[in-house]
């Protein structure tokens, strides 16, 4: 009886401050767990409870809140699981079911695009030719740079590097569907997204030779690039740790009322570390306008994915969180542009992040540290690579539509051998940051410590060029 | 009498009446922030902490304010009424996780908001580790200064509360003094909390600041109601004295001051009492110079003895003023154990075994 009272009250209560909204759902929200409890006991034993308005859309939006809460017969509910209702069948669900989500593409290998796909995201209907071979010349600079330091590295010019064979569409396609203003937290096998951007081979190779004119003043390895002006944030080597920060800057750009959403690449090895769950939590439950990009490439240096996770993927796990998710072909350019392009849509429009799962295969080894053939058959990088390749299937289908051929494959590649020669060789010449920048940037002032240790660093530097007394 | 015993005993006079104030003085700094007599209320330490959140809250769109439990005032109250008075979008609850919530709040901070986070307890704060040290304390190293998480702090309550036993009185400073980048806060009483936190809040650095629980409720004073900061990286003499430093920070300052009490009443001892207030970066300065003047020195702390700041400390100590040094530096601390419940008061650096130190420092 008091629960009926105390529901009756709140109807009137909600019904009266809200006759002329729409959507009842979200006042209702607002309520405690108790409070919805009695107000559903309420609506549901009155169905035709005196009703202060005939608006036929209050009336459909409490229709929907009946049709939520008289799930059961049951009347309790739990803070935990509001509106589960209850079964007598003892049933588990599969944690390892039969099927799989499906895996979202526009282009076969071949460079076809199928009949069946909708106008909203046909590229012949929604690209300009123009941005569709720049899109495809992108990916070959990613390819050719990738190639050349990786060379570079071997030849004992720079220390290290990481490519990203195989994973151009990935770095391209989504690099493309957003803007500049869209922030990055990436991992470290998106130099695409960088080079679609604007970061020029020279900003490359000044970090990867470590010299005073990149910003980091050559303090971290090769490929931990960073870039205020395009809004990507520098790369750190601690895996997964960019993605609940990821989180949190989206969580601003929602106070400030930005226009823009950030986005968030890691692999399907980091999406193993507490970081992702938390990260992904954290966006679900605070509302935070980030789309987190999964490069879901097969390997974890040596480890496969059937060693990393046993669930379906990682567009799996979305729905434990309450995110929206989806899997998507990563080495279909199109797939990936249109995919991420609706991503940012939604995403704008209703500030919850989202989940994308790019399926695609590393087709390098995972730096120069490593040596693939120690823990994978040459021809199983040959049939990924190859016949999967993101950078085939593109050049058939711009073939197709007469903007590109071998010829013009051939000679953009020599040019850009060329740039990208001549930037390593200016890096390499450049002179490195000078000694004292070693204490600078570890608080926003030097610090007293930090003052005298530097003060004993260059003591003992003039000590060792004039030896005083050799007693 | 030794001729090295007379050598220090002629630079400790030099010292004494060479410089007679030295370290942080808090009224001075509050005064000439405030006039001669500001508004003052009598406030516990977490009434203080409420009202410098509430502060930085006022003073700036972009503070906010989260953590575990934060919305309904958190567990020790530092965070009552924040929500209805600032809106559930800058004062809210977060899951329950706190490398989220570093991570979360590096991510606020890296686009210039002040993001004030809550550790429900230090002794939980090891999940976030990883996030503080490996990418809060490096964020502006590492990219050259384009990208910083300046305005990150992170509160936690910290220190014995006489019930915790091993996961609710930790004082985990020493593991983030050994960070390069971080800055590492801890308040003795609710006048320097509010100056500390405010500062804390606004320093463009990450900074952790500890706050000591057993104060929340037992420590008061009349602090002033308008906005104020005191300088970090500075120690405060909290009392003058030329026999002994002793050396401490947060709740062990209290106990440092009874011992001075004890001391002159019972050996006529005039001892220094110095709160170090930040220990990361501290103030050797002032500490070099107290110990220059009186030749002995007690470090205390309620941390593990082993690598504790403590160890920092006297190491620094005895490079900067060996000559001028009476005896060995010593320190009383918590023993090398997890923190006990049942023996807590003979774990803990009680003002009866800092005093017995001071006694065999002085006869040493």
């Known amino acids: ?471 | 009498m030794h001729f090295r015993l007379m050598l220090g005993a002629s630079r400790r006079w030099f010292h004494a009446t060479a410089q007679l104030c030295h370290g942080l003085q808090v009224e001075q700094t509050i005064q000439q922030q405030l006039g001669n007599t500001p508004e003052r209320a009598r406030m516990n330490l977490f009434g203080a902490i409420n009202q410098a959140l509430a502060t930085a809250l006022e003073t700036n769109d972009r503070a906010v304010v989260f953590g575990e439990d934060v919305a309904f005032g958190g567990v020790f109250r530092c965070t009552t009424e924040l929500q209805q008075r600032f809106g559930s979008h800058r004062v809210f609850n977060t899951p329950l996780s706190e490398q989220g919530i570093a991570g979360f709040g590096i991510g606020l901070a890296v686009q210039g908001f002040h993001a004030i986070a809550e550790i429900q307890f230090a002794d939980y704060i090891f999940p976030a580790f990883d996030q503080l040290v490996n990418e809060a304390a490096k964020y502006r190293y590492r990219s050259g200064g384009l990208f910083d998480c300046g305005g990150l702090t992170v509160r936690a309550p910290c220190g014995a509360v006489g019930h915790g036993g091993l996961y609710h009185s930790q004082s985990p400073e020493s593991y983030f003094c050994h960070t390069p980048g971080l800055k590492v806060v801890v308040p003795r009483d609710p006048i320097r909390a509010k100056g500390l936190l405010l500062a804390s809040i606004r320093d463009p650095n990450p900074v952790i600041f500890l706050e000591p629980k057993i104060l929340y409720r037992s420590s008061f004073a009349h602090v002033p109601l308008e906005d104020y900061q005191l300088p970090l990286g500075k120690a405060e003499v909290v009392q003058s004295g030329k026999d002994i430093t002793l050396i401490g920070w947060g709740a062990q300052v209290q106990i440092l001051c009874q011992v001075a009490e004890l001391a002159k009443e019972k050996m006529n001892l005039s001892c220094e009492v110095v709160d170090m207030m930040t220990l990361l970066p501290y103030d050797l300065e002032t500490i070099a110079q107290s110990v220059k003047k009186t030749g002995r020195v007690l470090i205390s702390h309620e941390a593990p003895i082993t690598n504790g700041l403590g160890a920092e400390l006297a190491a620094a100590l005895q490079e900067q003023c060996f000559l001028y040094l009476e005896a060995p530096i010593f320190r009383i601390c918590g023993y090398d154990t997890p923190f006990p419940l049942a023996n807590e008061h003979y774990y803990l650096p009680s003002v009866e075994k800092c005093l017995d130190a001071v006694q065999q420092l002085i006869h040493y």
């Open chain 1, 1 to 471: 009886m008091a629960t009926w009272k105390h529901g009756w009250e709140l109807w009137e209560r909600l019904t009266e401050r809200n006759m002329n909204k729409k959507n009842l759902l979200f006042p209702l929200r607002s309520l405690s767990c108790f409070d919805q409890l009695c107000l559903k006991h309420c609506i549901r034993s009155q169905p035709s409870a005196s009703r202060k308005t005939c608006n036929s859309e209050f009336m459909e939006s409490r229709r929907t809140l009946l049709r939520r809460y008289s799930a059961s017969s049951s009347e309790y509910y739990f803070p935990g699981a509001i509106g589960a209702p209850y079964t007598d069948k003892l049933e588990l669900i599969a944690g390892e079911k039969e099927g799989r989500i499906p895996c979202f593409r526009i282009m076969n290998e071949l460079g076809e695009v199928s009949s069946a796909i909708e106008k909203e995201y046909h590229p012949d209907h929604q690209v300009e030719p123009s941005m569709m071979t720049s899109m495809y010349q992108h990916m070959l600079k990613l390819h050719v740079m990738d190639t050349m330091l990786y060379s570079a590295q071997r030849q004992g010019r720079i220390s290290f590097c990481m490519t990203s064979f195989g994973e151009e569409a990935t770095a391209i396609g989504s690099a493309a569907a957003l803007e500049t203003a869209d922030v990055i937290f990436g991992q470290y096998r998106e130099q695409g997204v960088l080079l679609w951007r604007g970061f020029t081979y020279r900003d490359f190779c000044n970090q990867c030779c470590g010299n005073a004119l990149e910003p980091a003043k050559g303090r971290q390895m090769p490929v931990h690039y960073g870039s205020k002006e395009l809004n990507f944030v520098t790369i750190s080597s601690p895996l997964a740790t960019q993605i609940p920060q990821a989180s949190g800057y989206a969580y601003g750009m929602k106070l400030s009322r930005s226009k823009n959403i950030t986005v968030c690449y890691f692999g399907e090895g980091a999406a193993s570390e507490g970081d992702f769950h938390a990260a992904l939590n954290f966006a679900a439950t605070l509302e935070c306008p980030v789309l987190f990009v999964c490069r879901n490439n097969g390997y974890a240096i040596s480890t496969p994915a059937k060693e990393q996770y046993r669930g379906d993927g990682i567009a799996g796990r979305g729905l434990a969180y309450g995110i929206d998710s989806m899997r998507v072909d990563g080495n279909d350019l199109w797939a990936v542009y249109f995919a991420v392009k609706e991503a940012k849509r939604r995403i704008l429009e209703t500030n919850r992040p989202l989940l994308l799962e790019l399926l695609t295969y590393r087709g390098g080894h995972h730096s120069t540290s490593d040596d693939s053939s120690r823990y994978r058959q040459k021809n199983e990088i040959e049939l990924y690579s190859e016949r999967l390749s993101p950078l085939r299937r593109m050049k058939h289908f711009l073939a197709f539509r007469n903007c590109w051929n071998d010829e013009m494959d051939e000679k953009y590649i020599e040019e850009q051998r060329k740039e990208l020669l001549t930037a390593l060789e200016e890096a390499e010449k450049a002179p490195k940051a000078p000694l004292e920048d070693l204490f600078n940037d570890v608080y926003d002032q030097l610090t007293p410590n930090l003052q005298r240790q530097k003060t004993m660093l260059f003591e003992f530097l003039e000590r060792q060029k004039r030896p005083t007394h050799s007693s």
